[in-house]
C-alpha cells in the first residue's frame, strides 16, 4: 500500500517466468493468476501462498491473450496460430507440474485437458476477445456458448471472424471500416491491434470494437435479429498503433492506450442511429508515456491501469484520467497488466477504498457507480460474501484476503511479475 | 493387729517397697539433719535421692497401684529438710529433689495433695526456676534444673483436679497468687533468651495451665501477660532467633490459650449481654462499673481483651511469611482456628485472619478432609466471604507496591495469595467483577515494577555469534536444549521463583473467559502505549493468558460446550490480533526501525506459538515471518540470536520439516521475496546480508537462476552505498556466493555446447606457408585487383538522400513490431550490454541460460570495486574472478570482452600492497590465461614487458 513517505512498493514479485510476460489474468474467483510468457508457458499462481500450482507450455510461440471462462476453462491465444481452450479446474491442478520455466532442471511437464483448438491468424499480435453466445446477464459459465472475435486468417488482416464455441464455426466477418473521412480516405485502416466484443447491455446489440495499426477505433454493432453490421463509432484519436482496449465494466465507454502517449476515452452507442456513425471521442489525454502496452479498467470502474514500455505501471482515475499512481519496480519495460476482480459493490462492513497518497488525489475519483454491473461479462463471479471475521481461520483470512486484495498484477521483459496492492 | 495380719500378704509388695524406702529414705534424713558440710555430703545426699527416684519409678512402671500419697509423704520428709537448706546444696541435688518429687507428685500425691503442700511446692519451683522475687539470684541455676523444674511444674499443675485452680475465698487456701507467679516464670523464661528446651518446656507448662484450669476468671487474670508474652515471642525481633518448634509451640499454646479464654463458647454470655447493651446501652454500663473483683468479667472488660488480643495478633501474623512450612501450617490452624472458635469474641480481628489464613492455605491436595479449612468456614459464616473479597481486593490493588519490595520471599507470597484468594473466590462463586477489572492494571503494573526493578543481567553469551554463511551452524542447532526459550523478562537467577509464581498465577487465574478478557485489555495496552517497558509488560501478560487459555481449551478439547463457542472465538480472535503485532514488530525490525529486544523476542515466542497451534496451516505465514525471523540471527542481541534459534527449530518441526534448513530452502523463495523488495528499498542490514548468503548456499544452485533482479538490486545498493567499505563488502560476500553457487551449475550453457568442439585457445605455433600459401595469396591479389577494376566501371550513383536504415519516427513503428517478433533476442541484448557483440553473437548468446547472465553481469561489476580501498574486499573479488572464470569461458563470444573489461584493472592488482591480494590476482590471472588462452598473449606480452623493465 502506497504510504506518505515512500513511492509504493509490491506486495510480492513472482519469479518464475525465463522469458518475457506477455499477458497476465486473473481468473476463478482471484484464486489464480495467470501469466503467459513469450515461450508459450502458462503459470497459474496461487495467491495464497504466492506459488504456482500449474505451469505447463500451451503454446510453442509468445502468448497474445490468455482468459478465464467459468470457472474451470482457461482460453489461450499463441503466436504459433493457434487458440486452445484448456480445463483447468482445482482438481487438476494436481496432476500438472509446478517445475517454474525458470528452473534449470528440465521436466517434461504435462498439460492440462484441450477441449477447442483452433487454426487462427496470429500474425498482428490482436489478442481474441470472447463473449456469450447470446446476451445474458450474470458471469459466463462453461456452461455458456461463447462467440470469440479473432482477426480474420488473411494477410491484410483487417477483418475480424467471430467464431462461435462449442461448433467452432465463424459465424460472422466483420469488415474493416471504410473510412469516408477525405483525408483519410486513401489510408487503410492498417492491422487490428486488439478487440473487444460484448452485448451492449442496454439494447443487447452485439458489439465489436477494433483497434486499428493507425492509431483508429472503430465500433461495430449487430442487432439481434440483423445480420449486418453497422457501424456506430469511429474515430483517430491515436498517431500511432493504438496497443488496448478496453470496455468499462458498464459498457458505457471505453478506453484506448497506444505506443503513442494518448489514452483516449470513447463512447459505445447503444445501438445504430440513423444518422453517420459518431466520430468524436469523449476525452483524450495526452500522457507524454509512450507505449503503455496493456490497459485494463478494474470492474468497479473506479480505476484503471496501464503497463509501460518505460517499466511502469500507472493507475489512473477512470473518471476525471488523471494519474494517481505509478508502481516502480520492474527494470525493463512491461507488457502485462492485470487487476483483481473486484467488488463493484462492496458490502458496508467492509473498509472505504483507500484514500490514495499521490500528488493528485481526486476525490471525485473514488465514487461508487451507481450503474447496476450485473450484466457483467467479467470472467469471474463476484466472491462470496465474506464470512464474519471472528469466524475465520487464520488460514481462511489468508485466502480471503488474497481472493479479495486489490490486486495488480504486472508483468514484463524481466519474466518477473510484480503484485501490488493498491486503491 | 488381725486386721494388719490379714492384710499383711496383701500388702507385702507395698512393705517390700517401703522397706527399700526405708533403707534410703533414713540415711538421708539423718544426712539432711545432721550434715555440717552439706557440700561435702552431697555427693552422698545425691547417690540417695538418684536411687530413690530408681526406686519409685521402678516401681511405678511395674506396678504403680502400691503407690500413694501416703508413702509420697513418706519420702517427703526428708526432702523437705534438703530442701530447708537449698541454697547450701549444689544445683545438681536440688535438681534430683525436684526430678523426685515429680515422681512423688505423678505417682503418689496424684489429686490427693493437700492445698497446702501444693501452694508451697508452686512456690518452691517457681522459685527454684526464676529465683527469688525481689532477690538477686545467688547462683546460675544449670538449664538441667530449669529443664526438671519446668517439667514438675507441668506435673504438679496437671495433677490437682481443676478444684484447686479455682478462687479460693479461705485465706491461705488460696494457691491462685502462688500460680500466677509460676505463670509469670514460664512467661519470662518464654521471653528470655534461654534455650529453646526450657522454652519449650515453659510453654508446655503453660498449656497445662490453661487446660487444666477451668475458672474463667483465674485464667483471665493470666491472660493478658500469657498473650503478650506469646506474641513477644513470636514477633520481630524475638521470632527471627527462635527455633521453629518453639514458634510452632507457642502458636499452639497461643490457640488453646485464646480459645480456653475466650472462644465463643467460654464468653457467649457476655457476648449475650454486648448483645443486649445494644439495645439497651447506659443501664448495663452503670450496672457493670459497680462490681470490683480482681478480674471483672464483663462485656468491657471482653471488649479491652479483644482489642489487645488484636494488636498482639497482628504482630504474631507477620510470622506468614516465615519460611518454615511447619510454621506456616501451624498459623493457618491458629488463624483458622481462631475464626472458628472466638468468631464472635474476637470479630475485629477477623479481617487480618482471614487474609492470613488465605494466604497461607495450602494446596487441596495437602489439605486434609478432616480439617476444617476457609472455605468450610466462609460457607458457615457468610460475612467471610466479604472479608476474603475485600483482602483480595487489597492485595491486587497493592501488588504493584509489593513487587517494590526487594525481597523475593514477599514478593512470591504476595502472588501466591492472590492465586490462591481468586482460587477460593471461584470455588466460592463469588462475584468479583471490580476485582477482575483492577487484576489486569495490576499485573501489569506490578511486572512493569519488576521490570524496572531488575538491572539488566549479565549474559553469559556462551552461543556466540552465529556465522550465517556456515549452514552447519543450522544443523548443528538442531539440539534439544535450544528448543525452549529463555525467559524475556525477570531472566535473572534470583527473579526465578517469583516469575514462576507470576506464570502459574497468570495461568490459573480465572476461568479462560475472563483470561481472554484480560489479554484482549492488555493488547490494547500494547497498541496504545509509546512507553517500551509497558508495551512489553502488556504484550507478556497477554501471551502468557492466551496461551493459558490455549491450553486449558487443550484440556477441555473432549468436552462439548457449544455455549463457549463464542469464547474460542474471542480467544482466535485476541491470538489473531496478538499474532498481528508480533508480525509487524518482526517485519518493523527488519526495517531497521529500533525497538526493545524485549518485544522482539516476544514477537519470535508468539510466532513459534502460532505454528505450534497452525502446524501445517501456518506454512502460509512464512511468506511474512521466515526472513525477519532468520535475521535476528545476526541480532547484536544475544538473547535475540538464540530465541531466532531456538523459533526456527520450533517453526520447522511445526510446519513439518526435518531441519531448519529444510525450511529454508523449502521456502527460500518467500525468504528472497522479503530480501529483494527490502533491497529494493535500501533497507538492508548487514544481517540481511548474511541471510541471503546462507540461504543462496544452503539451496545450491537451483536458486541461482531466481536472482536476477536481486542481483540488480544488489548493484544499486553497491552504487548508493559506494563510502562504506564494509557494507560494500558484505554485499559482495552475497554476489561471491553467488558465483561459488552458480558455477556448480551443470545447466550454464545449454546442454548443445558440449557437442561443439571445445574452444581450443592454446597459442598456435607459427607454420610456414609453404608453396601452396604463397599461391593463394597470390591468387587473392589478383582477384582484389579485378574486383577493383569492375567497380569503377559501374554506372555513378548521387549519395543517398536519406539516411541509412529505418528513420526515427519509422523505427519507432517498427521497433514495436520487432520487438514482439523477436522479444528475446531484443531481451539479451539491452539486459546484458557486455554481450552486444554482433550479429553472429545474437544465436549463440539466446541460448545462455539465466545463470550464465548472472554471472557475466557479477564479472563485469567487480571491474569498478577491484580498486576498493579494502584489501580484504580486493581479494575476494579476485578470488571471485577466478572462480567464476571457468565456468563463463566456454562461451568465447561472451567471455572474451569480459577478459578484455577485466584485464586492465586485474594486471594492476599485481603491484598491489597487500602480498595477499598480489597472490590472489595472480591466480586469477591464472584463471583468465587457462580460460582465454592466445587471447591473453599480446597482453601478457605486454604486461611483461613493462614489468621487466621496472
Known amino acids: ?115 477447442h483448438s483452433l487454426e487462427v491468424n496470429s500474425l498482428n499480435f490482436c489478442a481474441f476477445s470472447y463473449c456469450p453466445a447470446s446476451p445474458k446477464i450474470g458471469p459466463v459459465t462453461a456452461a455458456d456458448e461463447i462467440l470469440l472475435a479473432v482477426p480474420a486468417p488473411k494477410i491484410s488482416s483487417e477483418s475480424i471472424n467471430i467464431i462461435h464455441l462449442p461448433s467452432c464455426t465463424v459465424k460472422h466477418t466483420v469488415k474493416p471500416p471504410a473510412l469516408t473521412s477525405g483525408q483519410d480516405a486513401h489510408k487503410a485502416s492498417g492491422m487490428a491491434m486488439s478487440l473487444s466484443l460484448f452485448h451492449h447491455p442496454a439494447t443487447h446489440y452485439l458489439t465489436l470494437i477494433t483497434a486499428y495499426e493507425r492509431g483508429s477505433v472503430a465500433v461495430v454493432q449487430l442487432g439481434p435479429n440483423s445480420s449486418t453490421w453497422t457501424m456506430t463509432y469511429v474515430s483517430t484519436p491515436h498517431n500511432h498503433p493504438i496497443l488496448s482496449v478496453d470496455v468499462s465494466p458498464d459498457k458505457s465507454f471505453f478506453l484506448s492506450s497506444g505506443s503513442d502517449g494518448i489514452i483516449a476515452k470513447h463512447p459505445v452507442p447503444p445501438c445504430p442511429s440513423s444518422q453517420q456513425p459518431l466520430t468524436d471521442p469523449i476525452k483524450v489525454v495526452n500522457t507524454h508515456h509512450s507505449g503503455q502496452q496493456s490497459l485494463r479498467i478494474r470492474s468497479d470502474n473506479l480505476v484503471f491501469a496501464t503497463s509501460g514500455w518505460d517499466a511502469k505501471i500507472r493507475v489512473y482515475s477512470v473518471k476525471t484520467m488523471n494519474e494517481l499512481a505509478v508502481l516502480r519496480w520492474h527494470q525493463l519495460g512491461c507488457y502485462a497488466v492485470a487487476f483483481a476482480f473486484v467488488d463493484p459493490n462492496p458490502p458496508p462492513v467492509s473498509p472505504p477504498p483507500q484514500p490514495e497518497q499521490q500528488p493528485q488525489p481526486p476525490k471525485d475519483g473514488i465514487v461508487i457507480p451507481e450503474e447496476d454491473c450485473e450484466d457483467d461479462s467479467w470472467e469471474v463471479i463476484p466472491p462470496a460474501p465474506p464470512q464474519k471475521k471472528g469466524e475465520m481461520t487464520v488460514r481462511e483470512k489468508r485466502i480471503h484476503h488474497a481472493k479479495t486484495a486489490h490486486w495488480i498484477a504486472a508483468g514484463g521483459k524481466d519474466g518477473r511479475v510484480s503484485l501490488w496492492e493498491v486503491y | 493387729m488381725s486386721g494388719t495380719m490379714s492384710t499383711a500378704p496383701v500388702s507385702t509388695p507395698r512393705t517390700e517397697f517401703f522397706q527399700r524406702l526405708k533403707g534410703v529414705c533414713v540415711p538421708l534424713n539423718q544426712l539432711a539433719v545432721r550434715s555440717k558440710d552439706k557440700t561435702a555430703d552431697a555427693k552422698e545426699i545425691l547417690q540417695l535421692i538418684e536411687s530413690l527416684v530408681d526406686i519409685w519409678s521402678t516401681q511405678a512402671s511395674q506396678n504403680g497401684g502400691i503407690l500413694d500419697d501416703r508413702l509420697a509423704d513418706y519420702v517427703f520428709v526428708p526432702l523437705s529438710q534438703l530442701l530447708r537448706d537449698r541454697n547450701q546444696y549444689p544445683m545438681r541435688v536440688i535438681e534430683g529433689i525436684i526430678r523426685l518429687l515429680r ?294 490493588t497493592g501488588l504493584p507496591r509489593m513487587m517494590q519490595s526487594s525481597n523475593e520471599k514477599t514478593k512470591q507470597l504476595a502472588i501466591r495469595s492472590i492465586l490462591r484468594g481468586s482460587k477460593l473466590a471461584a470455588a466460592m462463586q463469588m462475584d468479583s467483577s471490580t476485582l477482575d477489572d483492577s487484576l489486569a492494571d495490576s499485573l501489569r ?96 501478560l497477554a501471551f502468557q493468558l492466551l496461551k493459558s487459555t490455549y491450553s486449558q481449551s487443550a484440556d477441555l478439547d473432549e468436552l462439548f460446550d457449544f455455549s463457549s463457542l463464542g469464547e474460542t472465538q474471542l480467544q482466535d480472535q485476541a491470538f489473531q490480533e496478538l499474532y498481528d503485532f508480533s508480525t509487524s514488530v518482526l517485519v518493523s525490525h527488519s526495517d531497521s526501525v529500533e525497538s526493545p529486544w524485549q518485544l522482539e523476542a516476544l514477537a519470535l515466542e508468539v510466532t513459534a506459538f502460532s505454528s505450534t497451534r497452525l502446524k501445517l496451516d501456518f506454512r502460509p505465514e512464512l511468506i511474512d515471518v521466515l526472513y525477519p525471523v532468520t535475521t535476528f540471527l545476526g541480532s547484536s542481541e544475544p538473547q535475540l540470536r538464540r530465541h531466532a534459534i531456538t523459533t526456527l527449530n520450533i517453526l520447522a518441526s511445526s510446519c513439518g520439516y526435518d531441519s531448519v534448513s529444510d525450511l529454508i530452502v523449502d521456502n527460500a523463495d518467500y525468504m528472497l521475496n522479503s530480501v529483494s523488495l527490502r533491497l529494493n528499498t535500501f533497507d538492508i542490514s548487514p544481517a540481511s546480508t548474511k541471510v541471503l548468503t546462507m540461504m543462496i548456499r544452503l539451496t545450491g544452485p537451483k536458486l541461482v537462476p531466481f536472482l536476477d533482479d536481486t542481483v540488480q538490486a544488489i548493484f544499486a545498493a553497491l552504487d548508493n552505498y559506494h563510502g562504506y567499505p564494509i557494507f560494500v563488502e558484505s554485499l559482495f560476500s552475497v554476489l561471491s556466493e553467488i558465483v561459488t553457487q552458480g558455477v556448480k551449475s551443470d545447466m550454464l550453457l545449454l546442454p548443445d555446447t558440449t557437442n561443439k568442439p571445445a574452444v581450443n585457445h592454446k597459442k598456435k605455433p607459427h607454420r610456414p606457408q609453404g608453396i601452396t600459401g604463397i599461391l593463394a595469396k597470390v591468387e587473392k591479389h589478383l582477384s582484389r585487383i579485378e574486383q577493383s577494376k569492375s567497380e569503377a566501371d559501374e554506372p555513378f550513383t548521387p549519395h543517398p538522400k536519406q539516411p541509412w536504415g529505418p528513420g526515427k519516427t519509422k523505427k519507432k513503428q517498427k521497433s514495436f513490431l520487432e520487438e514482439l517478433e523477436a522479444p528475446s533476442s531484443d531481451d539479451d541484448e539491452e539486459s546484458s550490454p557486455v554481450e552486444k557483440k554482433g550479429d553472429s553473437g545474437d544465436k549463440e548468446e539466446e541460448k545462455q541460460t539465466p545463470t550464465y547472465h548472472l554471472l557475466t553481469k557479477i564479472l563485469t561489476l567487480t571491474q569498478h570495486y577491484l580498486t576498493s580501498p579494502t584489501p580484504t574486499l580486493r581479494k575476494s573479488l579476485l578470488d571471485l574472478v577466478a572462480t567464476v572464470t571457468p565456468a563463463l569461458s566456454p562461451s568465447e563470444n561472451a567471455f572474451l570482452p569480459l577478459v578484455n573489461l577485466v584485464w586492465p584493472v586485474l594486471i594492476t592488482r599485481l603491484h598491489d600492497n597487500e602480498v595477499f591480494v598480489a597472490v590472489a590476482a595472480c591466480k586469477a590471472l591464472g584463471e583468465l590465461c587457462k580460460g582465454a588462452g592466445d587471447f591473453m598473449g599480446s597482453r601478457i606480452k605486454t604486461a611483461w614487458g613493462k614489468n621487466t623493465r621496472d
Open chain 1, 1 to 115: 500500500m502506497a504510504s506518505d513517505a515512500r513511492p509504493p512498493q509490491p506486495k510480492a514479485i513472482l519469479r518464475g517466468h525465463r522469458t518475457a510476460v506477455q499477458v497476465a489474468a486473473f481468473v476463478r474467483n482471484n484464486e489464480r493468476l495467470l501469466t503467459g510468457d513469450s515461450e508459450g508457458f502458462v503459470i497459474a499462481w496461487d495467491l495464497t501462498i504466492m506459488r504456482p500450482k500449474a505451469v505447463w507450455q500451451a503454446h510453442t510461440e509468445s502468448i497474445l491473450g490468455i482468459e478465464g471462462w467459468g470457472t474451470d476453462r482457461i482460453i489461450t491465444h499463441g503466436r504459433d496460430n493457434r487458440l486452445i481452450v484448456w480445463r483447468l479446474a482445482a482438481e487438476d491442478e494436481q496432476f500438472l507440474s509446478t517445475t517454474l520455466p525458470l528452473d534449470p532442471a528440465p521436466e517434461v511437464r504435462p498439460w492440462p485437458w484441450m477441449i
Open chain 2, 103 to 396: 515422681e512423688l507428685i505423678q505417682h503418689g500425691w496424684k489429686v490427693k495433695m493437700s492445698a497446702a503442700l501444693y501452694r508451697q511446692l508452686l512456690i518452691l519451683l517457681s522459685f527454684i526456676i526464676g529465683g527469688v522475687p525481689g532477690q538477686a539470684r545467688k547462683k546460675d541455676v544449670p538449664e538441667e534444673t530449669l529443664i526438671e523444674g519446668f517439667k514438675t511444674l507441668k506435673a504438679l499443675i496437671t495433677s490437682v483436679g481443676p478444684a484447686r485452680l479455682r478462687r479460693s475465698d479461705t485465706p491461705g487456701e488460696d494457691s491462685i497468687p502462688a500460680l500466677g507467679h509460676s505463670v509469670t516464670v514460664m512467661i519470662d523464661a518464654i521471653t528470655e533468651d534461654v534455650p529453646s528446651l526450657i522454652q519449650l518446656e515453659a510453654v508446655a507448662c503453660l498449656r497445662a495451665v490453661f487446660t487444666s484450669a477451668t475458672d474463667l476468671s483465674v485464667l483471665a487474670q493470666f491472660l493478658p501477660g500469657t498473650v503478650s508474652g506469646l506474641s513477644k515471642r513470636l514477633s520481630p525481633p524475638l521470632e527471627k532467633q527462635s527455633q521453629k518448634r518453639v514458634i510452632v509451640a507457642c502458636l499452639e499454646a497461643l490457640q488453646l490459650v485464646l480459645v480456653n479464654v475466650l472462644g465463643d463458647l467460654k464468653v457467649r454470655g457476655l457476648l449475650r449481654q454486648i448483645e443486649a447493651t445494644k439495645e439497651l446501652q447506659e443501664e448495663t454500663n452503670s450496672a457493670n462499673d459497680s462490681e470490683s473483683t480482681a478480674v471483672e468479667l464483663t462485656p468491657s472488660w471482653l471488649k479491652a481483651t479483644a482489642a489487645q488480643v488484636n494488636i498482639a495478633l497482628s504482630a504474631v501474623l507477620k510470622l506468614r511469611s516465615h519460611e518454615s512450612e511447619e510454621v506456616q501450617h501451624a498459623l493457618y490452624r491458629l488463624c483458622i482456628t481462631l475464626l472458628d472458635e472466638c468468631h464472635a469474641s474476637l470479630v475485629d480481628c477477623q479481617s487480618i485472619l482471614v487474609e492470613t489464613a488465605l494466604m497461607l492455605q495450602e494446596d487441596e491436595a495437602t489439605l486434609s478432609r478432616l480439617e476444617t479449612s476457609l472455605q468450610d468456614l466462609a460457607s458457615i459464616y457468610p460475612e467471610l466471604g466479604d472479608s476474603i473479597k475485600s483482602a483480595l481486593y487489597s492485595w491486587v
Open chain 2, 445 to 540: 503494573d506490578s511486572i512493569i515494577t519488576l521490570m524496572k526493578a531488575s538491572k539488566p543481567p549479565k549474559v553469559i553469551d556462551d552461543l556466540g555469534a552465529v556465522d550465517l554463511s556456515q549452514s552447519t551452524a543450522l544443523i548443528k542447532s538442531g539440539n534439544a536444549e535450544l528448543a525452549t526459550y529463555n525467559p524475556v523478562i525477570l531472566d535473572s537467577e534470583g527473579q526465578k521463583t517469583t516469575r514462576n509464581e507470576l506464570s502459574s498465577l497468570i495461568s490459573q487465574i480465572g476461568s479462560p473467559t475472563l483470561q481472554v478478557k484480560l489479554a484482549t485489555s492488555m493488547l490494547n495496552h500494547v497498541l496504545d502505549s509509546d512507553e517500551p517497558t509497558t508495551q512489553i509488560a502488556s504484550f507478556w
